[in-house]
């Protein structure tokens, strides 16, 4: 069984049932996820795009979905239990299901470990009850789950060695039925519904700033695997802003743009190994807002800034992701070539941090592994 809740986790989850099965061809993943779940052989049985939300409000809006899912997978379980239970990241529904996996004699891997290092460090105390083995993606997570007695392995970021360029922003300019000399600004604004609600608001604001300062500025929204087009539409029709709409095809949006406004999450991290300028918002409900900055033991939100130690590119958050201030960062970025250049660099530099695991700490190796001793 494999559970993934959101876009990112749908996309590092295909990339280990692929893995695995370069391995061994027999093995039968089925469970909850979403599109490149699905075209990597997995049965899904709960669609993620219905689970993807973020926020304390937004989870208890959408709380019949989510407990639904969960009733039923603790069902096969407990009723028709697999050889191994593999979760990504979405730790709120993740770990209430290792719970009952414990309960049952599965075995729990935890594949994309949650920023218990960020905010929330008592669930590792969570975690070391009932997951048999953490699979991190960076270096700094595995010191953290020793120094906490969990058992960890580091199995290197599955985005370090995937994303590379593919083509010039030229030509992925003229695929895209823009003018390839004309500036590019992307808009990402997440792939859950609720950070859409939240979000599209401000960077489209932005957006029709940057637009009436720079009538020839092209815009580039990539819609994620999660979402459709139509979704957009109660925002995009209000607005005179030229935004063309990419179906899942993000990274080759990144190398199309000369700068990007940006949700933050896993998405900051593949802007930055293609060293696309960006300015990352982070923006939730007030409650979720109040609560949550308590908790929060780091000093960056982005996590191309948490990687590089430092804050590489701008991070406007909460009541400080304004239309104006948005768009005083993007032009910043556009009218400085000299800092632009230099984020790029620094951006790039995020690679080497990343850290290389051996072939024989592979996820996918760590997988087999667990299936031979179970």
């Known amino acids: 069984m494999i559970v993934a809740g959101e876009a990112s986790g749908d996309m590092h989850a295909a990339g280990l049932v692929n893995e695995v099965r370069s391995l061994d061809s027999e093995v039968r993943f089925f469970g909850i996820g979403g599109v490149r779940m699905r075209k990597a052989g997995v049965e899904i049985l709960v669609d993620s795009a219905s689970l993807a939300v ?3 409000i937004e989870v208890l809006k959408h709380w019949s979905e989510i407990s639904g899912a969960l009733k039923r997978m603790r069902g096969i379980l407990r009723n028709e239990p697999p050889d191994l239970l593999i979760l990504t990241d979405y730790p709120d529904f993740n770990l209430r299901l ?6 049952c004699g599965v075995k729990v891997l935890y594949y994309i470990s949650p920023q218990v290092w960020a905010w929330r460090q008592s669930r590792v105390k969570v975690i070391r009850e009932r997951v048999d083995m953490m699979a991190v993606v960076f270096p700094f997570e595995e010191q953290f789950y020793q120094r906490h007695g969990v058992p960890v392995r580091f199995v ?31 808009l990402f604004p997440g792939s859950r519904h609720s950070e859409i609600r ?115 590119v701008p991070e406007l958050i909460q009541s400080n992701a304004t239309p104006q201030r948005i768009a005083g960062q993007i032009s910043a970025i556009l009218d400085d070539p000299q800092r632009a250049r230099t984020m790029r660099e620094q951006l790039l530099a995020v690679r080497e941090q990343l850290g290389v695991a051996s072939d024989s700490d592979s996820v996918g190796r760590l997988v087999i592994e667990m299936l031979a001793d179970n």
Request: aromatic residues 4%.
């Open 198 to 312: 939240r979000l599209m608001p401000v960077i489209l604001g932005a957006a029709q700033i940057l637009h009436r300062s720079r009538p020839a500025l092209q815009f580039l929204l990539p819609v994620a695997s999660t979402l459709r087009e139509e979704d957009f539409a109660p925002w995009l029709h209000d607005h005179d802003v030229p935004v063309r709409l990419v179906p899942d095809r993000a990274r080759e949006v990144i190398e199309a743009c000369d700068a990007i406004i940006t949700a933050s999450g896993t998405v900051t991290l593949e802007i930055a190994l293609l060293g696309t300028p960006m300015v990352v918002v982070y923006k939730v409900a007030p409650l979720t807002y109040f609560l949550v900055k308590r908790l929060i033991k780091i000093e960056h939100l982005a996590l191309c800034n948490i990687v590089a130690g430092e804050q590489i």
């Open 98 to 103: 290792a719970r009952t996996a414990t309960e």
């Open 54 to 56: 973020v926020g304390i």
């Open 156 to 186: 290197g970021h599955p985005l370090r060695d995937e994303v590379q360029p593919s083509q010039s922003a030229a030509e992925l300019r003229a695929e895209f039925g823009l003018d390839p000399d004309n500036t590019v600004v992307g």
